[in-house]
């Protein structure tokens, strides 16, 4: 049976404007990658610097004893979800979505409490409740600003000091390159000695270590630098998932593009085949009647 002609036409004007749609949904988040990717190497090293610095003072007398590092019983922990604020991105949402919930799971009911970074995580979250919602910020948009990040820090940072809370744990996409980002949870509160450690090179950093003078002291330097390092650290979490995020939508709305143009191929085949057949079939009627009046 002939395929309707007019169905056909419909449906490859349809297709045709969904793949400029996506075509153009994918060239905006290919901008926005570039530039995401741009902050996250460009504060990359100012990370991995404050973090060796603080390294190397981790031996002097009282660094331990910041109430940062106290390792407490009492109290929730404290789980900080990173998604998106918005969707057309893949499985980017559910993946993180999911490596929360494994977490959750494994944590005795009524300890842990949720601290939601981006729309979709707190909707998801409104629908299936696991435990208490602490706080939702649903209107960062993919967009990261220095101000916004010290001020989630210091609201982490405060809430454990204040003994709400005996251990921060956060979960987000790690950027590992453009087609690829894992979902990862790390133990941001408090710190320890093994996580804080920087990578050291031996002997040329040793020497290099040997040649500091701190004033006014060791600890002090350490207190002063180590609210700067966690700024800094949520800083890059943030953007590690936002670089994450513009990635995963780009390779989406490239596979939909290409998925777009393989449908207008096969339904402009099968026009062409109607189309055919019809033409066809009125021939094969006129000769039919030319000869009917012979």
């Known amino acids: ?145 220095p101000e916004r990040s010290a001020e989630i820090t210091d609201e982490l940072v405060g809430g454990f000091l204040s003994g709400r809370y005996k251990s921060v744990h956060i979960v987000f996409a790690h950027y590992v390159s453009t087609i690829l980002s894992r979902p990862t949870r790390i133990k941001f509160l408090p710190l320890d000695h093994e996580s804080l450690a920087a990578e050291l090179a031996g002997g040329e950093e040793e020497e290099r270590r040997a040649e500091y003078i701190f004033e006014p002291s060791p600890r002090a330097v350490f207190d002063k630098l180590l609210p700067a390092y966690l700024r800094s650290r949520v800083f890059m979490i943030l953007a590690e998932n936002f670089t994450s995020e513009h990635s995963a939508r780009m390779v989406s709305m490239s596979n939909a593009t290409r998925n777009c143009e393989e449908m207008l191929y096969d339904l402009t085949l099968r026009r062409n085949k109607a189309r055919q057949a019809s033409i066809t079939k009125e021939m094969l009627e006129i000769v039919s009647g030319a000869e009917a009046l012979k």
């Open 1 to 145: 049976m002939a395929e309707n002609l007019k169905v056909l036409r419909r449906r490859i004007r349809t297709v045709a404007g969904t793949k400029q749609v996506t075509r153009a949904m994918e060239m905006v988040s290919a901008s926005k990658l570039r530039k995401a990717q741009n902050r996250l190497l460009s504060g990359r090293p100012f990370t991995q610097k404050i973090q060796e610095m603080l390294s190397h003072l981790l031996g002097a007398p009282g660094v331990g004893e910041n109430p940062l590092f106290a390792e407490r019983t009492a109290g929730r922990t404290l789980v900080v979800v990173i998604t998106a604020d918005r969707g057309l991105a893949g499985s980017f949402n559910a993946r993180l979505l999911s490596a929360a919930d494994e977490y959750l799971s494994q944590l005795p009911a009524g300890e842990a409490a949720l601290y939601l970074i981006g729309k979709k995580g707190a909707d998801y979250y409104r629908r299936h409740p696991r435990c208490e919602v602490v706080r939702a910020i649903t209107d960062m948009g993919g967009n990261l600003s």
